[in-house]
């Protein structure tokens, strides 16, 4: 009923029927900026009460009011009631109201709040997925594990906390996916400050487009884009906590933000600092030690050379909700990590020891956002970052490694091989093969990305956009000599992309409608260094390459009730050529081509949303989508390149007549019993092809085509404690065998192509004391001690604990 | 159900052998000895099949190996599909693959994936039957996880593999931070030598070995870039490897590309101790000596013949001598032998007799669906040094033999794989003293994948 009457008041107001009197429109927030739906607005004077309740953005709308003083009292379950005076001497007046959100939010209540917001992100016609954090950020759960549940999400890590990870939506991967923060490219941050480092508590929420992106993420992103939205807000608060397990694993981050009312002059500090030993075990494969006369024995091991560690921060200080900005922030970002490698890109027969990565990132940066800028419906922002990243590569132990964690060795005379024995060194001088490195990769990078939104009415809405992003590109082995340094070409890139959007809301609110084009602009510089001609003196020769491309695309949705909207999106996607696709690399006998085109793939999502169904204490929500991408133009090198290389000759990167595409189905089903029984499934199946040049299509192998999550969750309240809560959380991870290389017909292998079925269990519980400051948490995960793999031979941690401290201050 | 499938498959297997037995048998001794008799009896002839990857004859989609008697290998009306049916031999590449001599075991040393550098064994028992037999060992510290190998051909006991490792010397002038004033001096080429013990999965030797070019050469910036196909002569004392020649550009340190081809080398040390490296360089062929996937040198009558690749004048057939040198007397030129330009050794082997099949190209085959020229064979004669291409084979333009590994010798005769890129073919038999060529057992192929060998 109370549905059914926002709905109306929703029609009602978009539809803008003149008062003969007056009306009083306007807006409720939370302090977090998030609409108040639902709070209850109500309107009286000595003659008069009428009663509303906040739509889904928040606003609100009083017809037939006569000329006069009335009282308004703004209301909601998650805040603080506000009552103010207002004078209607006008026959229009507007009034915008903030609630200050209460300390107390109990969990249902938070549920309907983060419902509300991904329904409206949701709905909007895209492909997405709105990934809250909140639960996940008092547990001892990563950012990326809390990806890889989502569904059309799969990722790929190389070992165990802090390893590489790749990331693929609906089947497309690698350079098809763009992760931004705060819509800014991740890469600017560097590899210390990523998925691996940042804690889900200083994330507001995750938003995953796939397939077609919204104007205001435009990238040369042809699979998607994953956006961390870190934690915005003006309300004072601090949070603090503390993890510890198994594998040494230690977690910890701080958060705070103190606003000085008065002035709005507004403090915001963030810090992680994370440590693992990742000594998990494994076994099986090529997990074995090897004795000195080569014969070989399966063990089960610890890993020992996989250790992480990483540290970072953010600091801020501006102003928010005043005047002239809502949010107006300059500070700095600052990270620094270690990870220690022990494998190439397979678990191999010899791993790893002393091979490790170093980065770090400095950073300067500024935000600004304003709503209502000059004029009504008005809206800008901006994002940018400036500052430098270095990537160190250390490579240098020319020792071979066991299983064991030893010195693999050899017979000193092999025409005596029970003789003495010497500590074996890999003929290339380094662990992974390509000889000792020890490479300072310096970047200096700029982005920033602004837009500005004009509202015309309800019904009619333009976003223009603006991407830029550069990078700058030094790098220096000190394992090789300064000539050859000297001589290394780099490349520097810079990209623009605009994208111009127009939204539609119409029939009564029912159809939504997106349509935006977007224009990438690349421009590539190949510096080659050279002598000048009495060789005295080093010159760079500057190649330059300038490229504008488009694409476009729309998003739509219509609802035919309030509990079934139908959803469509398509998107002509666009990836840009990299630098070493349009001018070659060198050391890799490639060569320039400047006439070399993007790959372009044509993306379709169309689903259903049905729900949310309310039967007495039963909540019942169903998503699903079907998608199709096809990547056509696909930029490789010839089919007959290894056999030019064969030769010495060199190879060109150029488009060809090659397709790949993906098509499935996404299922999404939540369930929630009384607010405290919640359950919630997904379900991912695709086909991924490839059509080669001549018409040939095969499948596309050592891809995950068939995933199931699940997830339950039971509430418990007054548990041992009045006040207390106790939530119990149980998680399954399902992923159907593929293989490495397609296995056809009755063909027989050794086993070892097939990546098996996989079911992982984890279990978790938390505890939430009286004064609700206070939260403990602990998870068992992979309980059954499952051998889990994201690709052939990499095995991912056993069975693990971990328990967590968290604390919050919400008044000071 | 792959196994049930399996069984079924070498139950049909043995009850046809069972069959030809009786057929042919004598009356006084039992079937079932007999049969066992005859399984060991067979020359398994093992076909590999490379399986298309992304493009046509790519090979990068597994390879599938199929043991099929002689007596079949033979027959024009037996059919074998291994795409469908093969054993996938566990590698990530292209494997390289060699047989023992009577073809009863094939040997493996998996090329990269997380096997690689591992030897491996299987007997062929016919089929997509293969048994692992032996312990595995891994040579990868020594050579790589990639390694170029072959089998010495000592009566299957040893295989070498070798590996090189560059590093270029440069003269800072005594300040380390100007490089306006540095010079490069030579790369220096270590070139790794591993011994492998094939029937006891061993290694029976490793060494490092320095092999500078002459001072000339080196200061131009030429180095041993890559080395392949070991090859023990007829004393069994000296150890042959072949060798590519790379160049950088002496100004930059930079890789140079289209520098001029110098005369072939190879590099010689002592077997089995694997001491004092020498360089020996023909003038009668340029180019490289290292071949590519298939054996590139083999031992006849006391001398070792070698075939040269990238030479600007057609790939030539060198010879090495007793002496161990080049024997720049034997001018053996496909170009001149075949009458055609641009001739291009892919793969050879010869019988006892000193006959061998040769597959080429030239400069006026026309590329087909995987981007390289038609291939063909030929015969060849190391003695008179004539050369003919073989007819009775139907070439077409998609037919390339790129990547082909092996050729299978039953005394004079020789077996071989012939099929265009996506499309069946068969085996051959090619009896190399009177240049026969009988049509095989018929090869069922899928799209884009091709045919590399018989072992």
Redesign the interface.
């Known amino acids: 009923m109370a549905k059914l009457l926002l709905f109306l008041v929703t029609i009602s107001f978009s539809l803008s029927v003149y008062a003969q009197n007056s009306s009083l429109s306007g807006y409720v927030l939370f302090d977090n900026n998030k609409p108040a739906l639902g709070a209850t607005i109500v309107i009286q004077n000595a003659h008069l009460k009428k009663e509303t309740s906040a739509g889904i953005n928040g606003e609100f709308l009083f017809k037939n009011l006569p000329l006069g003083t009335y009282s308004l009292i703004v209301s909601s379950l998650n805040a603080k009631t506000q009552t103010q005076q207002i004078k209607i001497l006008s026959n229009k007046k507007t009034v915008n109201v903030i609630l200050e959100v209460t300390n107390y939010q109990s969990l249902s209540e938070v549920l309907v709040k983060t419902e509300t917001e991904k329904r409206k992100t949701e709905t909007k016609g895209f492909s997405v997925n709105l990934i809250e954090t909140k639960e996940a950020s008092l547990r001892n759960i990563q950012t990326n594990e809390l990806l890889n549940t989502t569904v059309g999400v799969k990722l790929r890590q190389n070992g165990g906390l802090g390893s590489q990870v790749q990331y693929s939506l609906n089947g497309l991967s690698g350079n098809s996916v763009r992760i931004f923060i705060d819509g800014i490219p991740i890469s600017m941050y560097g590899s210390s400050f990523n998925l691996n480092s940042i804690p889900p508590s200083m994330i507001e929420n995750i938003e995953i487009y796939k397939g077609v992106v919204p104007g205001h993420l435009a990238d040369d992103a042809l699979g998607g884009v994953i956006n961390i939205i870190l934690k915005k807000g003006a309300k004072s608060n601090l949070n603090a906590s503390v993890s510890y397990g198994s594998f040494n694993t230690f977690q910890s981050s701080v958060n705070g933000l103190h606003r000085f009312d008065k002035t709005g002059f507004t403090v915001k500090a963030s810090g992680f600092y994370n440590a693992s030993d990742n000594d998990y075990k494994v076994w099986g494969?090529?997990v074995k030690h090897?004795e000195a006369?080569?014969?070989?024995v399966p063990i089960t091991a610890r890993r020992f050379n996989d250790a992480y560690r990483s540290v970072g921060g953010m600091f801020q200080v501006g102003y928010t909700n005043v005047k002239w900005a809502d949010q107006f922030f300059i500070g700095i970002t600052g990270s620094d990590d270690y990870k220690e490698v022990q494998h190439g890109a397979?678990?191999?027969?010899?791993p790893y020891k002393g091979r490790f990565l170093e980065s770090d990132a400095l950073l300067t940066n500024l935000s600004y956002q304003k709503k209502d800028l000059f004029v009504k419906g008005l809206d800008i922002n901006t994002n940018g970052l400036i500052g430098e990243r270095n990537r160190i590569v250390n490579d240098t132990t020319a020792y071979?490694y066991t299983w064991l964690g030893v010195r693999?060795q050899?017979p000193v005379d092999?025409?005596n091989?029970d003789g003495e024995t010497m500590d074996?060194?890999?003929?290339?001088?380094s662990q992974q093969?390509g000889?000792p490195t020890l490479l300072n990769i310096n970047r200096k990078v700029a982005s920033i990305r602004s837009g500005i939104t004009y509202e015309i009415n309800k019904n009619h809405k333009v976003l223009l956009n603006h991407i830029y992003s550069g990078v700058d590109r030094e790098d220096h082995d000190e394992m090789?000599?300064?000539?050859?340094?000297?001589?290394k070409q780099t490349s520097n890139l810079h990209k623009n992309i605009y994208s111009l959007s127009y939204e539609l809301t119409t029939f009564n609110n029912k159809l939504k409608f997106n349509v935006f084009g977007k224009h990438y602009r690349q421009k590539v510089e190949r510096i080659k260094?050279?002598?000048n001609d009495d060789?005295?003196?080093?010159v760079n020769d500057i190649y330059t390459s300038n490229k504008h491309y488009n694409g476009y695309g729309f998003a739509s949705s219509y609802s035919f009730t309030t509990n079934f909207t139908l959803l469509a999106s398509a998107e002509r996607a666009i990836r840009l050529p990299n630098e070493t696709e349009v001018f070659g690399d060198?050391?890799d006998?490639t060569v320039e081509n400047t006439s070399i085109k993007p790959e372009i793939s044509n993306n379709i999502n169309v689903g259903f949303r049905f729900g949310k169904f309310n039967f007495n204490k039963h909540e019942f929500l169903v998503t699903t989508n079907l998608f199709s991408r096809k990547i056509q133009d696909l930029i490789g090198l010839?089919?007959?390149a290894?056999?030019r290389w064969?030769?010495?000759?060199?190879v060109q990167y150029n488009n060809f007549n090659?397709e790949t595409t993906s098509k499935g189905i996404e299922l999404q089903l939540n369930y929630t019993y009384n607010k405290n029984l919640g359950f919630n499934f997904n379900l991912s199946k695709l086909s991924l092809e490839?059509k080669?040049?001549?018409g040939?299509v095969?499948d596309v192998?050592n891809t995950p085509l068939f995933t199931i999550n699940g997830a339950l969750r039971y509430s418990i309240k007054n548990f041992i404690q009045n006040k207390a809560s106790l939530n119990l959380f149980y998680n399954t991870y399902f992923t159907d065998e593929f293989s490495y290389?397609?296995?056809?017909?009755?063909?027989?292998?050794?086993g070892?192509?097939l990546v098996p079925t996989q079911f992982i269990n984890d279990l978790g519980l938390s505890y939430t004391f009286p004064k609700e400051n206070v939260v403990l948490s602990f998870d068992a995960k992979n309980i059954f001690n499952e051998a889990a793999y994201d690709n052939?031979?990499v095995q991912k941690p056993g069975r693990a604990f971990y328990i967590k401290l968290n604390y919050t201050i919400n008044k000071f | 159900m792959?196994n049930q499938?399996?069984n079924i498959?070498f139950l049909s297997l043995a009850l046809s052998a069972l069959v030809l037995t009786f057929s042919c048998s004598d009356d006084d001794s039992t079937p079932s000895e007999e049969e066992e008799e005859q399984q060991e009896d067979t020359r398994w002839i093992t076909v590999a099949a490379a399986?298309?990857?992304?493009?046509?004859?790519?090979g990068n989609?597994?390879t599938?190996i199929y043991a099929l008697s002689k007596e079949d290998a033979q027959n024009p009306n037996v059919s074998i599909?291994?795409?469908?049916?093969?054993?996938?031999v566990?590698s990530n590449r292209t494997a390289r693959l060699q047989a023992s001599e009577d073809g009863s075991t094939i040997f493996n040393i998996s090329y990269a994936?997380?096997?690689?550098?591992?030897y491996s064994k299987y007997l062929a028992n016919g089929g997509?039957?293969f048994t692992?037999t032996g312990?595995?060992?891994?040579i990868?510290?020594?050579?790589?996880?990639a390694p170029r190998w072959i089998k010495l051909f000592d009566g299957d006991k040893t295989g070498c593999a070798v590996?090189v490792?560059t590093?270029?010397q440069?003269d800072?002038n005594g300040t380390?931070?100007?490089?306006?004033d540095?010079t490069?001096l030579r790369t220096e080429a270590?070139v790794?030598i591993v011994l492998l013990d094939l029937v006891n999965?061993?290694?029976?030797?490793?060494k490092?070995l320095s092999v500078p070019l002459s001072a000339e050469e080196e200061a131009k910036g030429y180095y041993f870039g890559r080395v392949d196909m070991p090859t023990l002569n007829a004393a069994g004392d000296k150890l042959y490897i072949g060798g590519w020649l790379?160049k950088v550009n002496p100004?930059?340190?930079?890789?140079d590309?289209g520098y001029e081809i110098l005369a072939a080398k190879s590099i010689v040390v002592d077997y089995p101790t694997l001491f004092n490296p020498e360089v020996i360089t023909s003038s009668v062929g340029t180019g490289n000596t290292n071949g590519?996937r298939s054996i590139n040198s083999f031992e006849y009558n006391g001398a070792v013949y070698q075939a040269t690749?990238?030479d600007p004048n057609g790939s030539h057939i060198l010879k090495i001598g007793a002496d161990n040198t080049y024997d720049d007397s034997y001018v053996f030129s496909l170009d001149a032998a075949l009458g055609v330009t641009g001739a291009y050794a892919l793969a050879w082997r010869p019988a006892a007799n000193g006959k061998a099949v040769l597959a080429y190209r030239h400069d006026g085959s026309q590329?087909g669906?995987?981007?390289?020229p038609e291939s063909y064979f030929a015969l060849i004669d190391l003695n008179a040094k004539t050369a003919t291409k073989l007819e009775g084979i139907p070439y077409e333009i998609d037919m390339e033999m790129?990547q082909y590994q092996s050729y299978a010798v039953d005394g004079n005769n020789i077996y071989l794989t012939a099929a265009p890129v996506?499309k069946n073919g068969n085996i051959y038999v090619v009896d190399t003293e009177t240049g026969n060529v009988t049509k095989g057992a018929e090869l069922v192929n899928?799209?884009?994948s091709h045919f590399i060998g018989a072992w």
């Open positions: 494969g090529q090897i006369d080569g014969s070989q397979f678990m191999t027969i010899h071979a693999q050899r092999f025409s091989p074996l060194e890999n003929a290339w001088g093969e000889g090789i000599s300064l000539l050859e340094n000297t001589f260094p050279q002598f060789n005295t003196q080093v060198a050391g006998n010839p089919p007959n290894g056999d064969e030769n010495d000759e060199l090659e490839f080669n040049q001549y040939n095969t192998p290389i397609i296995v056809y017909g009755n063909t027989r292998d050794d070892r192509n052939r031979s | 792959k499938s399996f498959k399986r298309m990857g992304t493009n046509p004859g790519d989609g597994g599938l599909a291994p795409f469908d049916n093969g054993f996938i566990p994936g997380d096997t690689g550098g591992n997509q039957n692992p312990s595995e060992i891994s990868a510290p020594y050579v790589g996880t590996y490792d590093e270029h440069i800072d380390p931070d100007d490089a306006t540095d490069y270590k790794g999965s061993k290694i029976l030797n490793f490092e790379r100004t930059t340190i930079e890789s590309s590519y690749q990238s590329d669906i995987s981007g390289r790129f996506g899928v799209d884009g």
